[in-house]
C-alpha cells in the first residue's frame, strides 16, 4: 500500500523555504507556487508580472530560474524522507503551469538518500560577482560537477584555454550591445535596490561586483549610465575557469531540466567550497548564443555560462518569504489565473 505524505503546513514551509533561495536572473523570482491541498500536490507557477520582456523575451532565463527552483524542491523532499513525483508542464492548457510536485511516499530502504551537504548548500550558494583567486579547481570536483548536470537531463562543456577565450570573448559583445541599448539598460536598473529599501526581490547594490581592470572578464554591468553606483574595478583572475550548460534540444521542457542541472552544478560546487558566478549576456542576443555552441555540434543548444573558483563569498540578495508566494489552489470548477 502506497503511503502519500500529508503536505501539512510545516512541510510546505520547508519545501517553499528551500525553492525560494534558487537562484534567478536579476534576482526577478518568476515562480508562484500553489497547494493543491484535495490532491497533495504542491505547484509551480510563472509569474509575468516579473518577467523581464527586453532582457528574456523568450521567458527561456525564466524558464531556468523556475528550473532551478524545482531542483531545490525535489531535494528538500528526499531531505525530509519522501519521494517526489515531479511533472514538467502538466497540463497543456495551463502554459503558466510549469511544474507539479507530489511526495508518494517515504524513502525506502533501498532508496539512495541524497548526500546532506548538498541540501545544507541551499542556503550557502549566492552568486559571487567578485574576483577569485586563481587557483584551479580540482578536477575530480569539476568532474563531478559535470556529472551533476549529466544527471538532471543537461551537460557541462568545460572548454580549454581557446574555448574559454572565445566565450569570453562573445560574452564581451553581448555586454556591449546591452550598454548601448537603453530600453534593456533601464530594465536592469529596475531591479536594482538602494541600500535600506525593503524589496523582497532584485539586486542590492552591495551585492554588486566591480569591473574587470584587466578587461578580460566581461562581468555584467548593472549600473549602466548611473557611475555612482559603478564600483572601482578590481582585477580579476588570469585564468578563468568555466563552463557551458546546454541540452540537445531547445524546447520550454528542456530550460526547465537546464535549471534543475545548473542548480544541481552550483549546489556541487557550494558543498565543496568552490564559488560561482554567471555570465549570460551572451544568451540574451540569439546571433551571440548560437555562436557561444559547441563546435561542430549542431544539437548543442547553450543556456548559461558558470565562472567557478576560490574567493570571497557572494552577498546575499533577499527572497521574498516561502509561504507568501504560496496560495491555496481553487477548486476545479472555480479555476482562475495563477495567483
Not at 30 to 47: C, I, K, N, T
Not at 48 to 61: F, I, N, S, V, Y
Not at 142 to 168: K, N, Q, Y
Not at 257 to 276: E, P, S
Request: hydrophobic residues 40%.
Amino acid at each position: 500500500m502506497r503511503i502519500q505524505a500529508v503536505l501539512d503546513a510545516a512541510t510546505v514551509e520547508s519545501l517553499l523555504a528551500a525553492a525560494v533561495a534558487a537562484p534567478s536572473i536579476h534576482n526577478t523570482q518568476p515562480w508562484r507556487f500553489r497547494l493543491d491541498p484535495h490532491h497533495q500536490v504542491l505547484e509551480v507557477h510563472s509569474a509575468p508580472e516579473r518577467t523581464l520582456q527586453l532582457t528574456d523575451p523568450m521567458h527561456r532565463a525564466q524558464y531556468l530560474s523556475v528550473g532551478a527552483a524545482v531542483f531545490n524542491l525535489r531535494l528538500a523532499a528526499l531531505h525530509l524522507g519522501w519521494r517526489p513525483e515531479v511533472r514538467l508542464l502538466p497540463d497543456p492548457h495551463n502554459p503558466g503551469l510549469l511544474a507539479t510536485v507530489r511526495l508518494t511516499g517515504p524513502l525506502g530502504a533501498d532508496d539512495q538518500p541524497p548526500d546532506p551537504a548538498l541540501y545544507g548548500a541551499i542556503p550557502l550558494r549566492h552568486t559571487s560577482r567578485m574576483p577569485f583567486t586563481g587557483r584551479p579547481v580540482p578536477e575530480p570536483i569539476v568532474a563531478e560537477m559535470t556529472s551533476a548536470a549529466h544527471a538532471a537531463g543537461a551537460r557541462l562543456h568545460v572548454p580549454d584555454i581557446a574555448g574559454t577565450r572565445r566565450l569570453l570573448r562573445l560574452t564581451g559583445v553581448a555586454e556591449a550591445r546591452n550598454h548601448a541599448h537603453p530600453g534593456r539598460t533601464a530594465e536592469t536598473l529596475t531591479w536594482i535596490t538602494a541600500p535600506g529599501r525593503d524589496a523582497p526581490y532584485g539586486i542590492p547594490v552591495t551585492a554588486l561586483g566591480p569591473p574587470d581592470a584587466g578587461r578580460r572578464i566581461p562581468m555584467r554591468d548593472f549600473t549602466g549610465p548611473i557611475p555612482a553606483g559603478r564600483r572601482p574595478a578590481l582585477w580579476f583572475e588570469r585564468h578563468v575557469q568555466l563552463g557551458l550548460l546546454w541540452t540537445a534540444h531547445d524546447r520550454r521542457d528542456d530550460w526547465l531540466r537546464a535549471g534543475q542541472a545548473l542548480q544541481y552544478v552550483l549546489l556541487t560546487a557550494t558543498a565543496h567550497g568552490v564559488r560561482t558566478s554567471l555570465l549570460h549576456q551572451a544568451m540574451e542576443w540569439p546571433d551571440l548564443r548560437a555562436a557561444t555552441a559547441l563546435p561542430r555540434n549542431k544539437r548543442c543548444h547553450p543556456h548559461v555560462l558558470i565562472r567557478f573558483g576560490y574567493g570571497p563569498d557572494g552577498a546575499g540578495a533577499p527572497r521574498a518569504l516561502g509561504h507568501s508566494a504560496a496560495r491555496p489552489a481553487p477548486p476545479p470548477a472555480a479555476e482562475t489565473e495563477a495567483g
